[in-house]
């Protein structure tokens, strides 16, 4: 079998990025400031229904990863599920920003919760299949890189695009309900025409995709075995416990932009609609030549020193800004104008902040490609399923971990529904300097993890050799020569 695919079978793949990256600006920062600041949801019971909706999605993940491991049917073992997936993850992202049941908390913390839940399970038919789905489109070392660098490519254009439709319809205000209901409607759509795309294109290469090498086993006890005999992987466990660490990164930061843009820089959303679309334009450069830009260079390596650099980078503005308020001094300009001199510069920084990190996200997604064929020389069991969906149990659950503690934290420094616009400019500093101390340690335990992955180029030419795969090219050359 040979271990490379063809450019379109990469593009095809890419495609199918889309539809998530669109559910996942959703879950950025307009979900939980749409519940919060707009419909009136109490911050600490938005986090409580986000942080249980991804502790049950982390639940779901690694199952269905596992049983997508073993399906067999004539289409295949991933796109059944991809399937059934599409039309109840549009109507769910329509409902979630539609309803509106804010009565009372309680009721509406029911919304959030129940449809919150229906998103994230129904996402998670689509989502796992197709990441195990990339590991077997292709195998080899390099260009699963490009694989991967494809797919952040078409995320790139999804989530920058979204952004920016989004904030331009929000116009002068982040409470502007047609907005969101606009959202609800033109990405519900998105989902169904693109999803469907996928699907259906990738399936054409379901007779060249792997099959399941055992059939699951017949007992509960042997599937607990046999997923943590798996899983017992040095390289893999790596990955995991950075991503567990990043995981609770994310849930204490994530969503957090519309309070910065609101009550720290005094931007409107119109201000910043451009920032999301500059940035996409390098990440896309990056995401389309990750192949020949990481050829050569050690993933792992490579991966760490680009971290490395976002760390340095990435809380930059806040801690400038900081010491201004602090100390009374000017080291950047002065808030609120649109085209003015600090505009230019946090234009400048989302530009590197996000694209030196692009490149590094991609490399994280081919090591643990690259896993794959490291576990099957010692297992003989493909477990694409479970190595791309196994960390989300316990990463999400992390996460959620984390969105719990800051819905409290939003609520103990002053962002209470009923608060004063006055009351939370203040309490933004008290946020801003939580969350600039989080960003340089937590990032750079994770590196301190990830500094412990092992797979070299050298070790996985060596897995494809063991197992059979064969370089096409190789192949071809080695036919001429025999000529």
């Not at 489109?137 to 699963?144: H, N």
């Not at 490519?153 to 409470?175: K, R, V």
């Not at 201004?324 to 234009?347: R, S, T």
Request: net charge neutral; proline share 4%.
């Amino acid at each position: 079998m040979a271990t490379k695919a063809k450019i379109s079978q990469l593009l095809a793949y890419g495609v199918g990025q889309i539809p998530i990256s669109i559910k996942g600006y959703l879950f950025g920062a307009p979900i939980i400031y749409f519940y919060n600041d707009v419909l009136g949801l109490e911050a600490w019971w938005a986090s409580l229904a986000l942080a249980i909706a991804m502790v049950v999605d982390g639940f779901t993940d690694p199952i269905l990863g596992y049983l997508s491991d073993y399906t067999k049917s004539r289409w295949g073992r991933r796109h059944p599920y991809i399937f059934l997936s599409i039309i109840p993850s549009a109507l769910f992202f329509f409902l979630l920003l539609t309803v509106d049941q804010s009565e009372s908390q309680l009721a509406l913390f029911v919304q959030l919760l129940t449809l919150t839940i229906g998103v994230r399970v129904a996402w998670t038919f689509y989502q796992v299949p197709r990441e195990a789905l990339g590991a077997e489109i292709s195998k080899d070392y390099e260009q699963r890189n490009q694989l991967h660098g494809f797919n952040s490519m078409f995320g790139w254009i999804a989530g920058p695009t979204t952004a920016y439709l989004f904030l331009t319809a929000l116009g002068d205000s982040y409470q502007n309900l047609s907005a969101y209901h606009a959202l609800a409607t033109w990405g519900a759509l998105t989902i169904v025409i693109v999803g469907f795309f996928f699907a259906f294109t990738t399936a054409r290469e379901i007779p060249n995709l792997e099959l399941p090498k055992a059939s699951l086993p017949s007992s509960a006890r042997s599937m607990f075995r046999d997923i943590f005999s798996t899983l017992n992987h040095t390289s893999w466990l790596s990955l995991f416990w950075a991503g567990v660490v990043f995981s609770l990164f994310v849930g204490l930061t994530m969503g957090l932009e519309f309070y910065w843009n609101t009550y720290f820089w005094d931007w409107k959303p119109a201000d910043v609609a451009i920032f999301p679309i500059v940035a996409m334009g390098g990440a896309l450069i990056i995401s389309a030549f990750a192949g020949p830009l990481a050829r050569g260079y050690d993933k792992k390596k490579l991966a760490i020193g680009l971290f490395v650099i976002s760390i340095v980078i990435g809380p930059s503005l806040l801690i400038l800004r900081l010491l201004d308020l602090h100390y009374g001094i000017q080291i950047l300009p002065p808030n609120g104008e649109k085209y003015g001199l600090l505009w230019w510069v946090m234009l400048v920084h989302g530009f590197f902040a996000a694209n030196v990190v692009v490149l590094a996200w991609i490399l994280v997604g081919s090591m643990n490609a690259d896993v794959v064929e490291d576990s099957q020389t010692s297992t003989g069991r493909r477990s694409e399923g479970l190595f791309f969906a196994g960390p989300n149990l316990i990463q999400k659950a992390i996460s959620g971990v984390g969105l719990m503690a800051k819905g409290p934290l939003l609520y103990f420094v002053g962002f209470q529904a009923a608060a004063s616009t006055a009351d939370k400019t203040l309490a933004i500093q008290d946020l801003a300097v939580v969350v600039a101390i989080l960003s340089i340690v937590m990032p750079a335990i994770c590196l301190y993890i990830l500094s412990k992955y092992q797979i070299t180029r050298e070790q996985h030419q060596g897995n494809l050799s063991g197992l059979g795969y064969r370089d096409e090219a190789s192949s071809a050359q080695s036919h001429i020569s025999l000529k």
